[in-house]
T-cell receptor, first 115, second 111 residues
Framework: GAGVSQSPRYKVAKRGQDVALRCDPI?????LFWYQQALGQGPEFLTY????????KSGLPSDRFFAERPEGSVSTLKIQRTQQEDSAVYLC?????????????FGEGSWLTVV | KNEVEQSPQNLTAQEGEFITINCSYS?????LHWLQQHPGGGIVSLFM???GKKKHGRLIATINIQEKHSSLHITASHPRDSAVYIC?????????????FGEGTQLTVNP
């Protein structure tokens, strides 16, 4: 498809389990962002890639969170030893060359529930 | 205090009503975005503003840089407009790397 694709759409993980969330941005988009959205709240920034370079990871809440984009296209957000507070929607977004002057395209999110 | 605040948090309207959602921010910005989020998580970008006013169909977005305030207006509202509307800013410090979001306004338009 032409949009940002995320998988899985829904994931239930047992506490302590590792999870991996995938994002396929729009082809050719340089910038890729991950956001975390808790129920009833606005999204919170996690990390930002420009091509394969992770330029900003200041929003990652702990060292259990890790993101990569090794070839500058597909990105994976990995959460190790999941905790209940990790339950949220994880949104991926991409744009052609960053926010300024470019439309943002969001995926539909990966809904993570940690039980 | 959040850097981006929206009001109201919840809004219920009758079909056909004129709707206004407000956004105030406390930081210097390079751009302000209005986004729409439907149940199920999908987010759609409606507008990106750095000054003035933009219009698309029944949607109008305005921004007053001096007052650090933006409004999203929906004319002749329709039940299909029911969604969460989110204001987000790209700040001068982080321009190009991240958005800071408001908590959203849940709009319900009844037939």
């Amino acid at each position: 498809g032409a949009g940002v694709s995320q998988s899985p759409r829904y994931k239930v993980a047992k506490r302590g389990q590792d999870v991996a969330l995938r994002c396929d941005p729009i082809s050719g988009h340089v910038s890729l962002f991950w956001y975390q959205q808790a129920l009833g709240q606005g999204p919170e920034f996690l990390t930002y890639f420009q091509n394969e370079a992770q330029l900003d990871k200041s929003g990652l809440p702990s060292d259990r969170f890790f993101a990569e984009r090794p070839e500058g296209s597909v990105s994976t957000l990995k959460i190790q030893r999941t905790q209940q507070e990790d339950s949220a929607v994880y949104l991926c977004a991409s744009s052609l060359t960053g926010w300024r002057g470019n439309t943002i395209y969001f995926g539909e999110g990966s809904w993570l529930t940690v039980v | 205090k959040n850097e981006v605040e929206q009001s109201p948090q919840n809004l219920t309207a009758q079909e056909g009503e004129f709707i206004t959602i407000n956004c105030s921010y406390s930081v210097g910005i390079s751009a302000l975005h209005w986004l729409q989020q439907h149940p199920g998580g999908g987010i759609v970008s409606l507008f990106m503003l750095s000054s003035g006013k933009k219009k698309h169909g029944r949607l109008i977005a305005t921004i007053n840089i001096q007052e650090k305030h933006s409004s999203l207006h929906i004319t002749a509202s329709h039940p299909r407009d029911s969604a969460v509307y989110i204001c987000a800013v790209s700040t001068e410090e982080t321009s190009g790397s991240r958005l800071t979001f408001g908590e959203g306004t849940q709009l319900t338009v009844n037939p």
